[in-house]
């Protein structure tokens, strides 16, 4: 089963907007991550927050999670055609250290 | 640098027939991972390694094997392929000291 549900499942936006991702989850986690897929390629890790903490920044990404809500979000600011991609996120449940459970992701496509 | 390497990148083969893919890691990371990902599901993890001569299933190891004799390499075997198998594969390793994972290009394997 999935831990993470991404939503939307799809986003279009064009260069310099931003976009927000969201994630929930269903059972209690030491820490939450995002990844970014490129077509064809592996994942590749882009902001850890762990669970004691409520907002992270790393450039251009903002990830705030809600641990009593169970939710997570991922904003890219002044987005670029690069970041054209699919956005996952992943848990490391407590009960379960290091079986991260992934979503779906939300597949972003930004447009000159 | 470090890497993580998998082969082959690309395989076709008949149903019934043994396939080994292969995953390298230069991190000397003990955690390893194996996960498919289909359309609509996301990364499902299929089995896991805490340390050589460790193996763990995941939630779809049926039909799935393991092997860890070292600590650079966790080969997955399916043992008879069915067409059920066809995805994309990818070999992760993760990082005790930031519990970041590290992935692989991946391998996709067509079972005809």
């Known amino acids: 089963s999935q831990q993470g549900e991404e939503d939307p499942q799809a986003l279009s936006i064009q260069e310099g907007e931003n976009a927000t991702m969201n994630c929930s989850y269903k059972t209690s986690i030491n820490n939450l991550q995002w990844y970014r897929q490129n077509s064809g390629r592996g994942l590749v890790h882009l902001i850890l927050i762990r669970s004691n903490e409520r907002e992270k920044h790393s450039g251009r990404l903002r990830v705030t999670l809600d641990t009593s809500k169970k939710s997570s979000s991922l904003l890219i600011t002044a987005s670029r055609a690069a970041d054209t991609a699919s956005y996952f996120c992943?848990?490391?449940?407590?009960?379960?250290?290091?079986?991260?459970?992934f979503g779906a992701g939300t597949q972003v496509v930004v447009t000159p | 640098d470090a890497e993580i390497t998998q082969s082959p990148r690309h395989k076709i083969t008949e149903t019934g027939r043994q396939v080994t893919l292969a995953c390298h890691q230069t991190w000397n990371h003990n955690n390893m991972f194996w996960y498919r990902q289909d359309l609509g599901h996301g990364l499902r993890l299929i089995h896991y390694s805490y340390g050589v001569q460790d193996t763990n299933k995941g939630e779809v190891s049926d039909g799935y094997s393991v092997s860890r004799s070292n600590t650079e390499d966790l080969p997955l075997t399916l043992e008879s392929a069915a067409s059920s198998q066809t995805s994309v594969y990818f070999c992760a390793s993760m990082s005790t000291n930031t519990g970041e994972l590290f992935f692989g290009e991946g391998s996709r394997l067509t079972v005809l």
């Open positions: 992943a848990t490391d449940p407590t009960d379960s250290w290091g079986k991260f459970q």
